[in-house]
């Protein structure tokens, strides 16, 4: 049996972190109504754009696998209706529309308990319910400027500012709903019988992602540097290393470890004074020990080696070491040797990213076509 078997969701969320929180819960067992609007549904349809793949484009399959799809208009007093007699079979509503939006539709937490008085009613935001900022849109890229995080990619050589190359926030923002949904339906279980609403915000989450930088900011008061591809030990064995055939990302965070490093570089003098001090037990760690001439240093012997032979002799010898790959190239070289995540019912659809000892993988159907259930889940 899956955790959440038996339960209903009711979902009103469309693009990327909504669809993230809701495709875990289907991952779970959940039943998952999609209501789409009518003609295009969610925007990760691209029909307008894509109208070859009918709807299904990777992206969008990704995250509704295993979904009902329901084509309601909200424009409409029929509609909205329609919602409200969904929601009285429902445990759980999710929606992320701009803050206030729900509620001038009739879909507010209070109009929806008014049909289902245990309803757990969760609400996604790009700067949440409240505040100053809460009735500003929101877009991945954006909120990883306004939150800092964009600041803190690169080197600090950079002149312009670096996003996350995928929308990293988007992503954490769904999973941060899912956990948050999951401590409801737990609260429930042991006998909470009062008003569960949630409210779930992009800068909440980009926060959470940064929780080690933002705690050192707010101990501080200054920004953090930018530390560009070096390890956040400070280790001068910690970093990404251009090689003769590609970069290598290395994490010799020791004195043990750096110093086989140096023995695999064929410069093991590298690991002794003056280049390091001599008083250094054989574990300790080499926070902050890396000066611009070891650095020049270990960069020349580096560029002499070759990234994949180096990444196989790093890690035999207890190194972690990874060459630079696209992610092409991990799916295809590394991927197939983890237990991997993805779902039986659809090639390019991903699993939350955990698996049950000894179970199959998740058997999940394929992303619905627009409006593919309507006519069963709507009286």
Same mark, same amino acid.
Request: one cysteine or more; proline letters at 8%; charged letters at 20%.
């Given at each position: 049996?899956?955790?959440?078997?038996?339960?209903?969701?009711?979902?009103?969320?469309?693009?990327?972190?909504?669809?993230?929180?809701?495709?875990?819960?289907?991952?779970?067992?959940?039943?998952?109504?999609?209501?789409?609007? /009518?003609?295009? =549904?969610?925007?990760?349809?691209?029909?307008?754009?894509?109208?070859?793949? =009918?709807?299904? /484009? !990777?992206?969008?399959?990704?995250? %509704?696998? =295993?979904? +009902?799809?329901?084509?309601?208009?909200?424009?409409?007093?029929?509609?909205?209706?329609?919602?409200?007699?969904?929601?009285?079979?429902?445990?759980?509503?999710?929606?992320?529309?701009?803050?206030?939006?729900? +509620?001038?539709?009739?879909?507010?937490?209070?109009?929806?308990?008014?049909?289902?008085?245990?309803?757990?009613?969760?609400?996604?935001?790009?700067?949440?319910?409240?505040?100053?900022?809460?009735?500003?849109?929101?877009?991945?890229?954006?909120?990883?400027?306004?939150?800092?995080?964009?600041?803190?990619?690169? %080197?600090?050589?950079?002149?312009?500012?670096? +996003?996350?190359?995928?929308?990293?926030?988007?992503?954490?923002?769904?999973?941060?709903?899912?956990?948050?949904?999951?401590?409801?339906?737990?609260?429930?279980?042991?006998?909470?019988?009062?008003?569960?609403?949630?409210?779930?915000?992009?800068?909440?989450?980009?926060?959470?992602?940064?929780?080690?930088?933002?705690?050192?900011?707010?101990?501080?008061?200054?920004?953090?540097?930018?530390? =560009? %591809?070096?390890?956040?030990?400070?280790?001068?064995?910690?970093?990404?290393?251009?090689?003769? #055939?590609?970069?290598?990302?290395?994490?010799?965070?020791?004195?043990?470890?750096?110093?086989?490093?140096?023995?695999?570089?064929?410069?093991?003098?590298?690991?002794?004074?003056?280049?390091?001090?001599?008083?250094?037990?054989?574990?300790?760690?080499?926070?902050?020990?890396?000066?611009?001439?070891?650095?020049?240093?270990?960069?020349?012997?580096?560029?002499?080696?070759?990234?994949?032979?180096?990444?196989?002799?790093?890690?035999?010898?207890?190194?972690?070491?990874?060459?630079?790959?696209?992610?092409?190239?991990?799916?295809?070289?590394?991927?197939?040797?983890?237990?991997?995540?993805?779902?039986?019912?659809?090639?390019?659809?991903?699993?939350?990213?955990?698996?049950?000892?000894? #179970?199959?993988?998740?058997?999940? !159907?394929?992303?619905?076509?627009?409006?593919?259930?309507?006519?069963?889940?709507?009286?």
């Amino acid at each position: 049996m899956q955790p959440l078997e038996g339960f209903r969701v009711l979902d009103l969320t469309h693009v990327l972190a909504g669809p993230c929180a809701t495709h875990h819960l289907r991952c779970l067992g959940a039943e998952v109504i999609k209501i789409e609007r /009518p003609g295009s =549904g969610d925007p990760m349809r691209a029909l307008a754009l894509q109208p070859e793949l =009918g709807g299904l /484009p !990777p992206g969008f399959r990704t995250l %509704n696998a =295993g979904k +009902k799809s329901v084509v309601i208009d909200l424009a409409t007093a029929e509609g909205r209706a329609a919602i409200l007699r969904l929601a009285e079979s429902a445990d759980i509503f999710v929606e992320n529309f701009r803050p206030g939006v729900a +509620k001038r539709l009739g879909l507010g937490a209070d109009d929806v308990r008014s049909v289902r008085p245990d309803v757990i009613y969760c609400s996604i935001s790009g700067w949440g319910q409240s505040g100053a900022y809460s009735a500003r849109g929101a877009y991945d890229h954006v909120i990883q400027a306004a939150t800092g995080m964009m600041a803190l990619q690169g %080197n600090s050589s950079d002149r312009a500012p670096v +996003k996350v190359g995928f929308p990293v926030v988007d992503i954490a923002t769904g999973m941060a709903a899912a956990e948050a949904i999951l401590a409801a339906v737990i609260r429930r279980l042991r006998g909470d019988k009062g008003p569960i609403t949630i409210d779930v915000s992009m800068v909440d989450s980009a926060l959470s992602l940064m929780s080690g930088p933002a705690s050192a900011t707010l101990a501080t008061g200054r920004a953090p540097e930018k530390v =560009g %591809n070096r390890g956040f030990v400070g280790s001068p064995g910690a970093e990404t290393f251009a090689t003769s #055939d590609g970069h290598l990302s290395v994490a010799a965070n020791t004195k043990g470890q750096f110093t086989t490093l140096c023995r695999l570089l064929g410069r093991p003098e590298l690991a002794e004074p003056p280049y390091l001090p001599g008083n250094l037990a054989g574990e300790a760690f080499l926070a902050n020990l890396a000066t611009d001439e070891l650095r020049e240093a270990l960069g020349a012997a580096f560029a002499q080696a070759r990234a994949s032979e180096l990444e196989v002799a790093l890690n035999a010898a207890g190194v972690p070491a990874a060459r630079v790959r696209d992610l092409g190239e991990y799916l295809a070289e590394l991927y197939p040797a983890t237990p991997g995540i993805g779902l039986a019912g659809d090639p390019v659809a991903l699993a939350p990213p955990f698996r049950w000892e000894q #179970d199959a993988p998740l058997d999940v !159907p394929p992303a619905p076509r627009l409006g593919a259930d309507t006519a069963m889940v709507v009286d």
